[in-house]
């Protein structure tokens, strides 16, 4: 694997994706105590799943607060 940007990005954009599918945050493909390129995968996917379900549950209290009204 290259450890670079892009693929930090693309790694991130897979943990949204897999959120977006309703995956439970541990089934990350990759493996937190592998070598080096599983342990990269494993940082950049679960960002990803954090920044997803964050966007989401932001997106929630908002939604509930304006029907709170």
């Given at each position: 694997?290259?450890?670079n940007r892009q693929t930090a990005l693309a790694l991130q954009q897979e943990g949204k994706a897999a959120y977006q599918a309703g995956d439970p945050h541990d089934?990350?493909?990759?493996?937190?105590y592998g070598n080096a390129d599983q342990q990269?995968?494993?940082q950049y996917?679960?960002?990803g799943w954090v920044k997803a379900r964050s966007a989401a549950e932001a997106t929630e209290?908002?939604?509930g607060a304006s029907a709170g009204r």
């Open positions: 694997m290259d450890l089934s990350s493909p990759y493996n937190r990269f995968g494993y996917w679960t960002r209290e908002q939604t």
